[in-house]
């Protein structure tokens, strides 16, 4: 270990660097002194050149004296606001009409079918994106016999909700108006 003695530019250097830890005043008086420096070299530095598309909107300010462009802020983000809810309307016995062809397409699957001879009897009564999820179920989860006649439960220009009794349960269909009609857009077993 090396002998420290009080002679010597590594001695000045330690006593430089020991004198903010020797009190609490020291300590305080060190913050201060070092937040001054800051301070002032921020102060003394020049400002940054602007970026070039600040430049370009100043050019083009000073050439058109009367056309100002507006600064530029960030814009806050953007929120969705619930709109009221649709007004209700009378249900489109068309609408109710494309459900019941829909369920007896829907429970018309003879045992050995395929999935894609099932989609193809539901593809005049659905829309396209409903089309692709459907392809995921089995026809043989879906109901045999259509137990009532489809009834409106809610009714808006574009949409209706509309119950379906099967002989596996009640269904909940959702048919929209497109271009090309009623079409169902989703059905949910009720309870």
């Given at each position: 270990m090396p002998i420290r003695t009080h002679r010597g530019r590594a001695a000045v250097y330690r006593r430089l660097w020991g004198w903010p830890l020797r009190s609490p005043k020291h300590l305080v008086a060190a913050l201060i002194a070092c937040a001054a420096v800051a301070t002032a070299v921020g102060f003394l530095l020049p400002e940054p050149p602007p970026s070039t598309n600040m430049a370009a909107s100043r050019?083009?300010?000073?050439?058109?004296?009367?056309v100002v462009p507006p600064p530029r802020t960030k814009s806050p983000p953007t929120i969705a606001v619930p709109q009221a809810a649709p007004t209700p309307v009378a249900p489109d016995p068309a609408g109710v009409a494309v459900v019941e062809q829909w369920g007896k397409a829907w429970v018309d699957h003879p045992v050995g079918?395929?999935?894609?001879?099932?989609?193809?009897?539901?593809?005049?009564?659905?829309?396209?994106?409903?089309?692709?999820?459907?392809?995921?179920?089995?026809?043989?989860?879906?109901?045999?016999?259509?137990?009532?006649?489809?009834?409106?439960?809610h009714s808006t220009a574009g949409s209706m909700a509309?119950?379906?009794?099967?002989?596996?349960?009640?269904?909940?269909?959702?048919?929209?108006?497109?271009?090309?009609?009623?079409?169902?857009?989703?059905?949910?077993?009720?309870?």
């Open positions: 050019t083009r300010a000073t050439e058109h004296p009367a079918a395929d999935r894609q001879q099932w989609l193809s009897k539901l593809r005049p009564y659905t829309t396209e994106e409903f089309l692709t999820e459907m392809a995921s179920v089995d026809p043989s989860n879906a109901g045999n016999v259509i137990t009532g006649a489809a009834t409106a439960v509309v119950r379906l009794p099967t002989d596996i349960g009640v269904l909940s269909v959702t048919v929209n108006k497109t271009p090309a009609g009623w079409r169902v857009a989703q059905y949910d077993k009720e309870g």
